[in-house]
């Protein structure tokens, strides 16, 4: 297969970990004999320097040409009193609508091997494997009117959250779909209790339900879901949320197993899927070669499943980093007390090699 991928490495440690995703990548062309074209270009804090836009026009050309998009991170402090529309993370939510990604998928699995590297006891967190669905392209982070202004001298800031039934229905399907290959059961996130948002998106989503009686449907206020997180993470499997609620909740799951470090995602909906780590640009810690790149490696895994339907390449990387951290290989996040850590290119090239042996 011929595979066109554009990469965005972003800003902070955004270039470390995509470098080592992009090895893993090479390397399972190799093994599996296809053929990989990657296009380089800027998007975030690099591109406002380069070409004062987060998202420059060549960006989004080359995105939408591609036959996948690969994203480190973006965002820099350097930028936090710009205008809104001039900061890092304008380019990203401007790809994530340019491309029509509107369901946003973030797995949160334990690996056994790290059931030490999480906060909560091991019995709690023992057999954890959820996937969180999120909208991308609506509620606050996109809904008009969004403002700061005066108003008889006192500042006030507008952000609006609207979904309409178009939009749910969309992304509950995606929901429902997912669940029939995994558990069946989807949790839905909302606050019907207070936001009216909410009520239209719990009644959308009860009503898609109907045309899955295969799948179990429950629903949950977002802060008992938050809590239920940590107190019961094994008793969730598909859990859908809109755009807010899911970013918060999808780091949450992050730490629960083990490391925000770990988690990829794919954003998909359009003709042209977006995959990411989830954690950001961390840039207290950029350059400084310590930074978990299996988060990026794992997404270019989602890559290979969700864009190009490559599902023995992606079981290959999922399996060389399942068995390299059995191994007992950690980079810093994951370290605990003295144990020794490696470093992101070091991780990176386990994992590249262990793909190589299976040739």
Request: contains cysteine; proline residues 5%; glycine residues 10%.
């Amino acid at each position: 297969m011929r595979i066109r991928i554009t990469v965005l490495p972003g800003d902070g440690i955004g270039p470390e970990v995509i470098t080592e995703a992009v090895c893993v990548l090479e390397a399972v062309a190799r093994v599996f004999k296809h053929e990989i074209n990657f296009t380089f270009k800027e998007i975030g804090g690099c591109a406002i320097r380069q070409h004062n836009d987060p998202l420059p026009e060549g960006t989004l050309t080359a995105c939408l040409e591609a036959d996948a998009v690969l994203l480190g991170a973006v965002g820099d402090p350097e930028f936090d009193n710009y205008p809104t529309h001039l900061r890092p993370e304008a380019g990203l939510l401007r790809l994530r609508r340019g491309l029509g990604a509107f369901a946003n998928l973030r797995p949160a699995r334990l690996f056994d091997s790290l059931a030490g590297a999480s906060p909560l006891k091991s019995e709690v967190i023992k057999g954890t494997d959820i996937l969180i669905v999120r909208e991308l392209l609506g509620g606050l982070y996109f809904g008009e009117p969004r403002h700061v202004s005066d108003v008889n001298g006192t500042r006030e800031g507008i952000n609006t959250m609207r979904y309409s039934e178009p939009e749910i229905e969309r992304i509950a399907r995606v929901a429902f779909d997912l669940a029939r290959s995994r558990r069946r059961k989807v949790t839905s996130v909302d606050k019907a209790n207070v936001l009216e948002c909410s009520r239209l998106w719990r009644e959308t989503v009860t009503r898609v339900a109907q045309d899955y009686p295969d799948v179990k449907l429950e629903h949950q206020y977002v802060d008992s879901c938050a809590m239920a997180l940590v107190a019961r993470p094994a008793s969730f499997d598909v859990m859908l949320a809109e755009n807010m609620f899911g970013d918060i909740l999808s780091d949450e799951a992050g730490a629960v197993v083990g490391s925000l470090g770990l988690l990829a995602s794919a954003s998909i909906g359009g003709p042209v899927g977006l995959y990411e780590p989830v954690h950001g640009s961390a840039p207290d810690i950029a350059g400084k070669g310590i930074a978990n790149p299996l988060g990026a490696i794992l997404s270019a895994a989602m890559l290979l499943r969700f864009s190009f339907q490559l599902d023995n390449e992606a079981a290959a990387v999922e399996t060389a980093v399942e068995k390299i951290l059995s191994a007992g290989h950690r980079t810093r996040d994951l370290a605990s007390g003295d144990q020794q850590f490696v470093t992101t290119e070091e991780m990176g090239k386990h994992v590249t090699d262990y793909i190589e042996r299976i040739g």
